[in-house]
């Protein structure tokens, strides 16, 4: 062996004995750590084959030869690491505007998408547009443009109207039955009436005057939502029709079909029904009278942004000065049970 064969030799059972005292008392089985196993695997694989194996090594020469081969492969990774790979990433804004198009339009597919993409100059694989879509979750466009009636709801605000019936007990004992009427966009209620035998004559007669009083203000609804309540005849379809109104009707038990409906009963019955006495017939339609007043004009909804259905919202109030001298005035409505809160004059 060459002077340099037998230097070799020496440090590299000087660090096995290193790796040795490392784990010596250790009940686990011997490990190179990588440091180890980069410093043995470069100091050994210079030599020849036959040298190695006359060698006194913890491990075969096989495995210091592979050592050896990771570590020049993990090497040239590190050096000729390309400079891209693959397709470039999708500009975020493009990736937006793809989900954008998708939500508003939702029976386009990708490859509509793409088209329309094209038409703004946007350049774009239709490829990537069919991985945007899966890997946001979105269902293929016929799933996706079927209508659920939240959607209908939603779209076809400005043109629905929903009724329902109220019932309430005034003192003398004597049941009464409310017929009301919401507009769906701006949350406006009209009452109908109050009676206590809701007959189909005096139903009939209080949908003509909805009719008249929609015509008067310029309202242009399109359909009426209600439940099938056997004290709504099947005339006043005939009579809404003739006006260009559709009735819709709800589901069998499905009172959220006509939630908003529903949801002004539940005001009315916590804000009013549940907190006054009610006398009799003429008492109660002056406190409903008093109650669409306040409703329509100074109740706030969250769905108009804090609004009431005919005011809208005023100007917030800005600077420091101004919010010390707040003058707050309080109008009470059916003695006292309803207040409203303005500013003083």
Request: charged share 15%; with cysteine.
């Given at each position: 062996m060459s002077d340099r064969d037998k230097d070799v030799e020496i440090l590299a059972l000087r660090h096995q004995i290193k790796v040795l005292e490392r784990q010596l008392g250790a009940d686990t089985k011997l490990r190179f750590a990588l440091e180890d196993r980069a410093f043995l695997s470069a100091l050994l694989a210079s030599l020849p084959r036959e040298v190695l194996c006359r060698l006194r090594l913890l491990v075969r020469p096989d495995t210091v030869l592979r050592w050896h081969r990771d570590l020049m492969r993990q090497r040239h990774a590190r050096t000729c690491r390309p400079k891209r790979r693959g397709r470039p990433p999708t500009v975020r804004s493009i990736r937006a505007l793809v989900l954008r198009l998708v939500r508003e339009n939702p029976s386009w597919g990708y490859r509509r998408v793409h088209g329309e993409l094209t038409t703004l100059g946007i350049e774009i694989a239709p490829s990537t547009v069919w991985e945007i879509l899966q890997q946001e979750g979105l269902d293929p466009a016929p799933e996706r443009a079927s209508s659920t009636w939240a959607d209908f709801l939603r779209s076809q605000a400005d043109a629905?109207?929903?009724?329902?019936?109220?019932?309430?007990?005034?003192?003398?004992?004597?049941?009464?039955?409310?017929?009301?009427?919401i507009e769906h966009a701006t949350r406006r209620i009209r009452v109908l009436g109050t009676t206590a035998h809701p007959t189909a004559d005096w139903v009939i007669q209080a949908i003509r005057n909805l009719v008249m009083d929609l015509d008067d203000a310029g309202c242009r609804a399109r359909y009426l939502i209600r439940d099938r309540d056997g004290k709504l005849p099947a005339l006043i379809d005939e009579i809404l029709a003739e006006a260009g109104i559709k009735t819709v009707l709800t589901g069998i038990r499905m009172p959220r079909m006509n939630s908003i409906m529903k949801r002004w009963v539940q005001s009315c019955r916590h804000e009013l029904l549940d907190r006054c006495l009610r006398w009799n017939e003429r008492h109660l339609r002056h406190a409903l009278r008093e109650y669409g007043h306040f409703y329509n004009q100074h109740r706030a909804h969250q769905a108009l942004n804090q609004a009431a259905p005919r005011r809208p919202a005023p100007d917030p109030i800005t600077?420091?000065?101004?919010?010390?001298?707040?003058n707050i005035r309080r109008s009470d409505r059916l003695g006292g049970v309803l207040h409203e809160y303005s500013h003083a004059a």
């Open positions: 629905l109207l929903a009724c329902d019936f109220i019932e309430t007990i005034t003192l003398n004992g004597q049941r009464q039955y409310i017929l009301a009427v600077g420091p000065g101004r919010i010390i001298d707040l």
